[in-house]
């Protein structure tokens, strides 16, 4: 496994693979990997013959990478690179001077209205990744959902020749979604922790039983989720493809919630396909 930190030993270690015609994936990451990460990068071996796992975390980002255990999980996965940038190398005239890339209408909402600025910065990035490493493929979680509906429409957007793939989240046997915030749970908190993913079921199951209301369904799930003891933030239906409203007729669904428990925020989402039972 190759550990590079310069965009120039990555072209050139690139230009070589392609030389002979190989397939090359990027998994972009922004540290503090687990396993989630690794089915992503399993996946990616899948369907190419080079993988990239890059990590770099904005300096807004609270939690910073854990650099050594990451490096050892994806020595052990076979990982091709790992690209680590220093901030000056994404950022050569400093984050205030660098261009900015936004993503209108799907970055200051659900997510982006919590954390302002911060779908800019990850579209920034990734849009310099792409470009710099151009893989076939792109693989993100479906857990950051809204971050996946975001990239796919910078990618259209700026007409990159890219593949996107979504890959399912990545849960423990009860239902909660591994992620790093997850992590620094107590006891306590982690017992609670599957009712936020058991209410997204709850009112899947609704609709799959025909209710329509979906006003009236988002506000059963903020009621049932302050019911289990989370102060919830929002919980939304939205179309899967572009998180716009849910219009008449839509089949594809995603139900998106953020909670705070204590000192913790927890987000999940969970699609759900519209089917009419006569």
Same mark, same amino acid.
């Given at each position: 496994?190759?550990?590079?930190?310069?965009?120039?030993?990555?072209?050139?270690?690139?230009?070589?693979?392609?030389?002979?015609?190989?397939?090359?994936?990027?998994?972009?990451?922004?540290?503090?990997?687990?396993?989630?990460?690794?089915?992503?990068?399993?996946?990616?071996?899948?369907?190419?013959?080079?993988?990239?796992?890059?990590?770099?975390?904005?300096?807004?980002? #609270?939690?910073?990478? *854990?650099?050594?255990?990451?490096?050892?999980?994806?020595?052990?996965?076979?990982?091709?690179? %790992?690209?680590?940038?220093?901030?000056?190398?994404?950022?050569?005239?400093?984050?205030?001077?660098?261009?900015?890339?936004?993503?209108?209408?799907?970055?200051?909402?659900?997510?982006?209205?919590?954390?302002?600025?911060?779908?800019?910065?990850?579209?920034? @990035?990734?849009?310099?990744?792409?470009?710099?490493?151009?893989?076939?493929?792109?693989?993100?979680?479906?857990?950051?959902?809204?971050?996946? %509906?975001?990239?796919? #429409?910078?990618?259209?957007?700026?007409?990159?020749?890219?593949? @996107?793939?979504?890959?399912? *989240?990545?849960?423990?046997?009860?239902? %909660?979604?591994?992620?790093?915030?997850?992590?620094?749970? *107590? *006891?306590?908190?982690?017992?609670?922790?599957?009712?936020?993913? /058991?209410?997204?079921?709850?009112?899947? /199951?609704?609709?799959?039983?025909?209710?329509?209301?979906?006003?009236?369904?988002?506000?059963?799930?903020?009621?049932?989720?302050?019911?289990?003891?989370?102060?919830?933030?929002?919980?939304?239906?939205?179309?899967?493809?572009?998180?716009?409203?849910?219009?008449?007729?839509?089949?594809?669904? @995603?139900?998106?919630?953020?909670?705070?428990?204590?000192?913790?925020?927890?987000?999940?989402?969970?699609?759900?396909?519209?089917?009419?039972?006569?």
């Amino acid at each position: 496994m190759e550990f590079l930190t310069r965009s120039a030993s990555v072209r050139d270690r690139i230009r070589m693979w392609r030389s002979v015609g190989a397939r090359v994936a990027l998994v972009p990451t922004s540290g503090t990997l687990h396993k989630g990460h690794m089915s992503l990068v399993a996946e990616a071996q899948e369907r190419a013959d080079h993988v990239i796992v890059s990590i770099f975390a904005n300096p807004r980002e #609270r939690e910073s990478p *854990t650099l050594e255990a990451d490096r050892q999980l994806l020595q052990k996965m076979g990982t091709t690179m %790992v690209f680590v940038p220093p901030q000056q190398e994404i950022y050569p005239l400093g984050r205030e001077s660098a261009v900015c890339v936004s993503v209108p209408n799907l970055a200051d909402i659900l997510e982006g209205a919590h954390q302002p600025g911060h779908f800019s910065d990850l579209s920034t @990035v990734l849009a310099k990744l792409l470009n710099l490493i151009q893989p076939d493929i792109a693989l993100f979680g479906e857990r950051d959902f809204q971050q996946l %509906v975001i990239v796919r #429409r910078l990618i259209d957007d700026l007409f990159l020749s890219i593949d @996107v793939v979504g890959c399912a *989240t990545w849960r423990d046997g009860d239902g %909660v979604a591994v992620a790093a915030a997850n992590r620094s749970l *107590t *006891t306590d908190e982690r017992a609670l922790a599957p009712r936020l993913y /058991a209410t997204l079921n709850e009112i899947a /199951a609704k609709i799959d039983a025909g209710a329509r209301d979906y006003e009236d369904l988002q506000r059963q799930g903020m009621e049932s989720l302050r019911h289990c003891g989370f102060a919830p933030e929002y919980f939304a239906i939205r179309q899967a493809a572009d998180l716009a409203q849910v219009r008449a007729g839509a089949r594809d669904l @995603v139900m998106l919630a953020a909670v705070r428990l204590n000192a913790h925020r927890l987000t999940d989402n969970l699609r759900a396909r519209v089917i009419d039972r006569y």
